[in-house]
């Protein structure tokens, strides 16, 4: 029979403590790899893979990829069903405050065959009263969720004071959805003409795309070049290149690789009048991202011009795309909070 001093088992009760900590640490480390993995696949629109690593890593406790798991789910069968109630659940009681708010919504959640009586206005409460103060200090993530919440009960005065601030605090998100979904696409806010509110739109539109969001870039190029801005137009496009939004970077590699071209292959309409076609860096980028998605689509442009593409321009770029988007997963900027 051993016999332990004191000081003996002081030791060996600090060890066993700290190797629970220590797995502890590494269970929460690999369940954020599990959910990066699960989220970026998600992002690029492979929900069906994507629900894998998403579900391991919410069994060892990850509360947002937990949420998500419930999203993939959700849209799947096109409402709750108990396992999607356990998945938002968990998130929820682990402080997503998104998940609540999916509790809170009217007509989304369940389908005729359920009965899911949830006390929306009590998930409502719950979700201002986490993200409430967090938003009062300054933190834009809070923000936005408390947009969302005045929105869900309808106070929408609320809702679009909450994305300005967020907006103001320089949050990219903030400032293109101020500007694309709730001054453009749902006219919020007063304006005495409609110039002054298209200006309040490319201010927020642009300070979206100096902050680095890609489908700011985006709906920016083609907003100054319907406004015959086309010098900043081709600025953008430029700047869409570098980015990891699929849209985007198809775009830019088209024009890039028509210039003037497009308007005659493609639509007259469409056309940021570059000063000449670049065909191999266009193409190179095309290439490339039909390497990081699969998708056909890149191709088919390339397919579109391919008169114009002798085999020594497809050759260079073909080499150039291979140090094009490397390791850039190409995604689509999926909300986390949509339908």
């Given at each position: 029979?051993?016999?332990?001093?004191?000081?003996?088992?002081?030791?060996?009760?600090?060890?066993?403590?700290?190797?629970?900590?220590?797995?502890?640490?590494?269970?929460?480390?690999?369940?954020?790899?599990?959910?990066?993995?699960?989220?970026?696949?998600?992002?690029?629109?492979?929900?069906?893979?994507?629900?894998?690593?998403?579900?391991?890593?919410?069994?060892?406790?990850?509360?947002?990829?937990?949420?998500?798991?419930?999203?993939?789910?959700?849209?799947?069968?096109?409402?709750?069903?108990?396992?999607?109630?356990?998945?938002?659940?968990?998130?929820?009681?682990?402080?997503?405050?998104?998940?609540?708010?999916?509790?809170?919504?009217?007509?989304?959640?369940?389908?005729?065959?359920?009965?899911?009586?949830?006390?929306?206005?009590?998930?409502?409460?719950?979700?201002?009263?986490?993200?409430?103060?967090?938003?009062?200090?300054?933190?834009?993530?809070?923000?936005?969720?408390?947009?969302?919440?005045?929105?869900?009960?309808?106070?929408?005065?609320?809702?679009?004071?909450?994305?300005?601030?967020?907006?103001?605090?320089?949050?990219?998100?903030?400032?293109?959805?101020?500007?694309?979904?709730?001054?453009?696409?749902?006219?919020?806010?007063?304006?005495?003409?409609?110039?002054?509110?298209?200006?309040?739109?490319?201010?927020?539109?642009?300070?979206?795309?100096?902050?680095?969001?890609?489908?700011?870039?985006?709906?920016?190029?083609?907003?100054?070049?319907?406004?015959?801005?086309?010098?900043?137009?081709?600025?953008?496009?430029?700047?869409?290149?570098?980015?990891?939004?699929?849209?985007?970077?198809?775009?830019?590699?088209?024009?890039?690789?028509?210039?003037?071209?497009?308007?005659?292959?493609?639509?007259?309409?469409?056309?940021?009048?570059?000063?000449?076609?670049?065909?191999?860096?266009?193409?190179?980028?095309?290439?490339?991202v039909h390497r990081q998605t699969g998708k056909s689509a890149p191709m088919k442009v390339i397919d579109a011009?391919?008169?114009?593409?002798?085999?020594?321009?497809?050759?260079?770029?073909?080499?150039?795309?291979?140090?094009?988007?490397?390791?850039t997963p190409i995604i689509y900027y999926l909300p986390k909070f949509g339908l």
């Amino acid at each position: 029979m051993y016999s332990f001093s004191l000081t003996q088992l002081h030791a060996l009760l600090v060890l066993i403590a700290f190797s629970s900590s220590v797995l502890a640490q590494t269970q929460q480390e690999h369940a954020e790899d599990l959910f990066q993995a699960g989220y970026t696949l998600y992002q690029q629109r492979f929900g069906a893979v994507a629900i894998t690593p998403l579900e391991e890593a919410a069994k060892l406790g990850h509360a947002e990829a937990a949420y998500w798991v419930g999203e993939i789910l959700r849209k799947r069968y096109s409402f709750i069903t108990d396992e999607v109630e356990a998945f938002y659940l968990q998130a929820a009681d682990a402080g997503d405050v998104y998940a609540m708010l999916r509790f809170a919504q009217k007509g989304k959640m369940c389908g005729t065959l359920k009965n899911c009586n949830y006390d929306r206005q009590k998930w409502l409460d719950r979700a201002k009263e986490i993200a409430l103060p967090q938003a009062r200090a300054g933190n834009t993530q809070a923000m936005m969720a408390v947009s969302l919440a005045y929105g869900l009960s309808g106070s929408l005065s609320e809702e679009l004071e909450w994305v300005k601030r967020a907006a103001e605090s320089q949050h990219s998100f903030a400032q293109y959805w101020l500007a694309v979904g709730m001054l453009d696409a749902q006219q919020m806010g007063f304006y005495w003409t409609k110039e002054s509110r298209q200006d309040d739109i490319l201010k927020w539109l642009r300070a979206s795309a100096e902050n680095g969001y890609p489908p700011a870039m985006l709906k920016l190029a083609i907003t100054l070049r319907e406004q015959n801005d086309l010098e900043q137009a081709r600025y953008w496009v430029e700047q869409m290149a570098h980015t990891d939004y699929y849209d985007a970077v198809v775009e830019a590699g088209t024009q890039i690789m028509m210039g003037p071209d497009v308007g005659e292959i493609l639509l007259p309409s469409i056309s940021y009048h570059f000063e000449k076609p670049r065909p191999v860096q266009g193409a190179a980028l095309l290439m490339a991202v039909h390497r990081q998605t699969g998708k056909s689509a890149p191709m088919k442009v390339i397919d579109a011009y391919r008169e114009h593409l002798t085999p020594e321009m497809l050759k260079k770029a073909e080499t150039l795309s291979k140090e094009l988007l490397v390791d850039t997963p190409i995604i689509y900027y999926l909300p986390k909070f949509g339908l």
